[in-house]
């Protein structure tokens, strides 16, 4: 038995700025993928990418959302330590990096959702 390959569908923008309903229509669509309502949109990316022949580019190994939120309570601690000791200097470092790490937990949550 031979099968013809059915032509795939065009893609409009990026995968990783399709919303996950934009990408379980596309995959919907492909026989080779099974499974779509099941996947999250990172797996759906994956997948897509393995059949559009996409080279996926691996992810620079970041910090997890748990260890920025560890680093942004230990900040906020060291911060208020220093404010006990009315030591403004280690204070105002302590309270910048800990709004530095809170910022680095919201673009994370950007990047995942």
Not at 18 to 30: G, V
Not at 49 to 72: H, N
């Amino acid at each position: 038995m031979e099968e013809e390959k059915k032509e795939l569908p065009k893609l409009e923008k990026k995968l990783e700025k399709m919303t996950i309903k934009e990408l379980r229509e596309i995959a919907l669509q492909i026989p080779e993928i099974t499974g779509v309502h099941g996947m999250n949109k990172e797996e759906l990316i994956s997948a897509l990418k393995k059949v559009y022949g996409i080279k996926e580019e691996s992810k620079k190994v970041g910090e997890s959302m748990r260890e920025l939120k560890a680093k942004v309570k230990k900040f906020k601690a060291l911060a208020e330590e220093a404010k006990k000791n009315r030591d403004w200097i280690k204070y105002e470092r302590y309270r910048k990096l800990a709004s530095r790490f809170k910022k680095r937990t919201r673009k994370l949550a950007k990047a995942i959702a």
